[in-house]
T-cell receptor
Framework: DAGVTQSPTHLIKTRGQQVTLRCSPK?????VSWYQQALGQGPQFIFQ???????QRGNFPDRFSGHQFPNYSSELNVNALLLGDSALYLC???????????????FGQGTRLTVV | KNEVEQSPQNLTAQEGEFITINCSYS?????LHWLQQHPGGGIVSLFM???GKKKHGRLIATINIQEKHSSLHITASHPRDSAVYIC???????????FGQGTRLTINP
């Protein structure tokens, strides 16, 4: 059973460009959350997708957007990249049980984005 | 002040020592997670708990809801335990995880 898979693993982009990161959740999971982890810091919540809708959003600008597909996979898009967007982007999947979203989260290996 | 605080930030010990990492939080939660992150970034979920105590191999996690405190213990530590250990909580009524800053553990042979 594949766990959470993210692609690509590493990416280098130039300021002002746009980037798309991808996440496939663990088999059987229906909820995907995205986190940004700057070097030496704990992850910060970007947003969460469930039933193809953004359910909750952290304190990130509109340059950060996402999408969830019918197969539960998800994309994170960042427009107009800034140097400060350089970070490890983590995807976590979980399963809604009886309306409760507080189930164990499984994380991918992350995508390390470098903006130059 | 962060909603989730961990201590210590860095911990170095010798192989075989008993390790304790602490996590305190200042908000109402529905669950607390202990996570392990190795160099390169991938995060592994160790425990999710909302009360009491859980054990898995040499790892033990406890939580005291009244005191808003959790501890992660490692018995008979080994160099392969070297990693960053992160405490994260599900806030009541919210879907996201709020993370502590992590504890960098180094076990020397």
């Amino acid at each position: 059973d594949a766990g959470v898979t993210q692609s690509p693993t590493h990416l280098i982009k130039t300021r002002g460009q746009q980037v798309t990161l991808r996440c496939s959740p663990k088999s059987g999971h229906d909820t995907v959350s995205w986190y940004q982890q700057a070097l030496g810091q704990g992850p910060q919540f970007i947003f969460q997708y469930y039933e193809e809708e953004e359910r909750q959003r952290g304190n990130f600008p509109d340059r950060f957007s996402g999408h969830q597909f019918p197969n539960y996979s998800s994309e994170l898009n960042v427009n107009a990249l800034l140097l400060g967007d350089s970070a490890l982007y983590l995807c976590a999947s979980s399963l809604v049980l009886a309306g409760a979203m507080n189930t164990e989260a499984f994380f991918g290996q992350g995508t390390r984005l470098t903006v130059v | 002040k962060n909603e989730v605080e961990q201590s210590p930030q860095n911990l170095t010990a010798q192989e075989g020592e008993f390790i304790t990492i602490n996590c305190s939080y200042s908000v109402g939660i529905s669950a607390l997670h202990w996570l392990q992150q190795h160099p390169g970034g991938g995060i592994v979920s160790l425990f999710m708990l909302s009360s009491g105590k859980k054990k898995h191999g040499r790892l033990i996690a406890t939580i005291n809801i009244q005191e808003k405190h959790s501890s992660l213990h490692i018995t008979a530590s080994h160099p392969r335990d070297s990693a960053v250990y992160i405490c994260a909580v599900n806030l009541q009524g919210a879907q996201k995880l709020v993370f502590g800053q992590g504890t960098r553990l180094t076990i020397n042979p």
